[in-house]
């Protein structure tokens, strides 16, 4: 429930505060007077785009405030303690949303700045919205689905859900079968190099990191000769046939001193250093004949470095990688691709029978939607020709079509709202066969039986706000407007603006929006009426003239007849 709403400094209105009660809220005026601005500000706090121009000249900026009722608990209570709104011990929640004229926008709910989504989520819940533009839904195939879905509740949404989930399945196995039909001859053909580049790599069988290691061997082997005197001059040095080698000369020192250690222990650790000196000599030496004996084994190395050093260079430059660890990568991914080309007609067998499978799901699901939204077409039809019945319109009949069609995001089904004005004439669409005011009254009657199906009635307290609805209605219509709007309200709250004194009437709060001007500055003031001030103004709704017997004696006569009704 809104309780109140609170604007400053938007459009004509300087300042103006209203409270809505219970049941049918009015609001009226004269063309001009700011009843735009109210509902304008209605929608700020609903989660509106903002417009600087609308912020009141000489104004830094508009404000709008209300005070809302929330859910304790459900999906938007959560979603509200997630954004850190705090709400009231009584269930009610502050929203104010800024406009700047040259500054940015703010949102605030609950003490806390939101994003401008949160409060549309908190509208889509709470709020229903609806003007004259809003008739479009009676126009657009795809907003009389939605409508129809509405309706049929949680067996329609249920269906929805499962369809939606085949679609999506479809979607991605009828596109990964299309790839493979579609790219089957470019696949196969970069499948066929693939295969050609693995012959190739196993043929030369490269090893990790081979290619710096050969370049490594070929520069001691290019530069053997250096290589070798040097090696063998240390090795001379160190165990060769000289008398004075360093392993000599070590064994020699340790010797000496072994003698010595038997009359002086202390000695007796450095003649273990001393050995330790030698075994290393020795083992040194060893390694270093090996290494000589190598050389002169293998004097062909160096031309098999080479030839495998080119071999691997023309595999890399094949491949178009920098080495042989590239050349490896490179096959660890195209083998898999490989093996599955090995078992093509099977793969594409396979994601035949998937989409095939996928598709029958689909079909399925279809089916059961389609069913559930029959069936609710003809509940919802039914409730329609009621409402319309009561709205001055008993001959009227209305039916809702729902034809299967090709699968779509949405279904296979095409939902068409026709209507036949009056008995013997045929059914044509709905927005076509309808006047103005008629298009209005199966507006209002379309939402009066979403308000009462089952699914919403049992939580009654949703807000509908209409914007002159009853455009183009007049006379015996219009009392059954206001009629119908006051059943509403009964079970929901109801903020209707019009300049209909039949719908103005039926109010159980009337509200008035007046301008008044010193010839410089032009203002709004908003505010409630009762008594003989709202008999003038349900007079001057009749004939423009507030002061009028004639006038005064009809709005009575209105007033009276109304409270009878309701």
Known sequence: MLHELTIADLGVIESARLEFGQGLTCVTGETGAGKTMVLTGLGLILGAKTVPATVRTGAEAAVAEAIIDVPPSGALAERLAEAGVAVEEDGSVVVA?????????????????????????????????????????????ARQRDTLDAYGGA???????????????????????????????AERAEVARLRDDLAAIDALAPEAGEDAALVAEAGVLENAEAVRTGAAAAY???????????????????????????????????????????????????????????????????????????????????????????????????????????????????????????????ESAAATLHDARAAASDRLARAVRDELGRLAMPDADIAIAVERTEPTAHGADVVTMTLASH????????????????????????????????????????????????????????????????????????????????????????????????????????????????VQEIARLLSGQEDSTTARAHALELLEGSAVAR
């Open 236 to 362: 001379e040095a160190i165990a060769g046939e000289e008398e004075i080698t360093v392993v000599a000369t070590l064994e020699a020192a340790r010797r000496a001193l072994a003698d010595a250690a038997r009359h002086d222990g202390a000695l007796a650790a450095l003649e273990e250093r001393l050995a330790d000196y030698s075994y290393g000599a020795t083992d040194v030496g060893a390694e270093l004949a090996s290494y000589l004996d190598r050389l002169d084994a293998d004097p062909g190395r160096l031309d098999e470095i080479n030839q495998r050093r080119s071999d691997l260079a023309t595999l890399t430059r094949r491949i178009g990688v920098p080495d042989v660890d590239g050349v490896l990568a490179y096959a660890e991914s195209a083998r898999p691709r490989v093996e599955e080309d090995d078992a093509w007609d099977e793969t594409l067998a396979a994601r035949r029978d998937a989409e095939a499978r996928s598709r029958a799901a689909l």
């Open 423 to 534: 008995p013997g004439a045929p059914h044509r669409p709905v927005a076509d066969a309808a006047s103005g005011g008629e298009l209005s009254r199966i507006m209002l009657a379309i939402e009066v039986s979403l308000a009462g199906a089952d699914h919403v009635a049992d939580a009654a307290g949703r807000t509908f706000i209409f914007d002159e609805v009853d455009a183009g209605v007049g006379g015996k219509a219009a009392v059954a407007v206001g009629n119908r709007l006051a059943q509403l309200a009964r079970t929901h709250q109801v903020i209707v603006v019009t300049h209909l004194a039949q719908v103005a009437a039926f109010a159980d709060t009337h509200v008035v929006v007046a301008k008044s001007t010193d010839g410089a500055v032009t203002r709004a003031q908003v505010g409630a009426v009762a008594g003989e001030d709202r």
């Open 155 to 185: 067996l329609i949404a249920e269906a929805r859900r499962d369809y939606t989930a085949a679609w999506d399945e479809w979607l991605t196995a009828a596109e990964r079968l299309r790839r493979m039909q579609e790219g089957a001859d």
């Open 97 to 141: 949303r800024t406009v700047g004229a040259t500054t940015r926008s703010r949102a605030i709910m609950g003490g806390r700045t939101v994003p401008q989504t949160l409060l549309g989520e908190v509208a889509a819940e709470l709020v229903t919205v609806h003007g004259q533009s809003d008739q479009v839904r009676l126009r657009s195939p």
